[in-house]
């Protein structure tokens, strides 16, 4: 079991940061050939997921993180069992990340969607320090674990919640996230906002999957600020959800705006389908503030240019698909529920 201490932890992330920011020609085939396992990870999205975890393991923030958290050097940690979601390409890392940094021991239910990743990413953090090579391993059964963090639907996590209930656990369910426009944005704003609608194709729990717009917006701008991601519709999965949304939208005469390859629809639920992107008119702020707030427990982040006076995370447009060592799933933090674990 790894014994090293924060400066030696800091050392070794930030050394892995910087070989997963500038990937060797190894680790590129290994991006490359993903599109065989998984029809969603395209290079370019595979790469954006890798190089996005390089970034986040850089010294000023692992530093900045880990001063918050008392980690156990001399007791042994616990068995944490991690079932991993396979949405979007490394999503499950940073739950491994803060096993391994409390000192715990990573029993790793990889989803078959981003098995290979992930292991090959541990490949590289032993060559970098050998200890962790005891202190995870991969399983397709978990058993004799001390606690849960499992990741999934909100179908999954009632079965999550029946097996795994009588040991400390966190499961999270379906979220989604949202934009809250003005109508004062500029193309570079709105441009910026296509990321938090496009990368990963729409399918992570970060991604926006509606507009909050005021009463009587007009959506030409916004269509003609985000064109240049028109290209995402030749990706034939992608565009069988498109077609097929589409279909449904016209026969059953739903009123809906369509820009060839996005399709708008008023609509008061979060979770669009893919290819799809719901909106709702508000009347004033404090409205749509007051509608956030309710709607808090469904939603992981919110894109805005603006200060909100609510209780999920905000976010700069763009920046969604970018979160920061310390922006926890949920708003649950998982480095002081591992923390407690250890010691315990």
């Not at 980690?71 to 949405?87: F, P, Q, S, V």
């Not at 999550?160 to 003005?182: C, D, M, Q, W």
């Not at 194709?201 to 600020?225: H, T």
Request: proline content about 3%.
């Amino acid at each position: 079991m790894s014994k090293l201490n924060k400066s030696q932890l800091i050392n070794v992330f930030s050394e892995l940061g910087l070989q997963l920011s500038n990937p060797n020609q190894k680790l590129l085939d290994l991006i490359d050939n993903e599109k065989q396992y998984n029809a969603w990870f395209n290079m370019e999205n595979v790469l954006r997921a890798v190089t996005a975890t390089g970034h986040a393991l850089n010294k000023p923030d692992l530093t900045k993180w880990l001063v918050n958290y008392a980690l156990g050097e001399t007791r042994n940690g616990k068995r944490i069992g991690l079932i991993l979601a396979g949405n979007i390409p490394m999503v499950g890392f940073h739950d491994i990340l803060c096993t391994l940094v409390t000192g715990n021991y990573a029993l790793i239910k990889a989803s078959s969607q981003d098995a290979r990743l992930v292991r090959y990413v541990l490949e590289m953090l032993t060559a970098i320090e050998e200890s962790f090579k005891d202190q995870y391993t991969f399983v397709e059964r978990l058993e004799n674990f001390d606690a849960i963090i499992a990741t999934g639907s909100n179908n999954t996590s009632r079965y999550f919640e029946y097996y795994f209930g009588k040991v400390p656990h966190i499961i999270r369910k379906n979220r989604n996230s949202i934009a809250v426009l003005t109508g004062n944005e500029t193309a570079e704003q709105l441009s910026s906002l296509g990321h938090d609608i496009f990368d990963y194709f729409g399918l992570g729990c970060r991604n926006v999957s509606k507009l909050l717009v005021p009463k009587g917006y007009i959506f030409n701008f916004f269509f003609e600020s985000i064109e240049h991601y028109q290209p995402i519709i030749n990706h034939h999965k992608y565009n069988n959800n498109y077609d097929y949304n589409k279909s449904i939208y016209l026969v059953n005469s739903d009123k809906h705006l369509d820009n060839g390859f996005l399709l708008l629809k008023e609509d008061s639920r979060l979770a669009s389908p893919l290819a799809v992107l719901y909106f709702e008119y508000y009347d004033d702020l404090p409205s749509a503030e007051l509608k956030l707030n309710e709607d808090s427990s469904q939603i992981q982040c919110v894109a805005s240019s603006i200060h909100l006076n609510i209780k999920n995370q905000v976010v700069g447009f763009g920046k969604s698909q970018q979160p920061a060592l310390w922006d926890y799933a949920d708003g649950v933090d998982t480095m002081k529920f591992l923390v407690g674990v250890h010691s315990s």
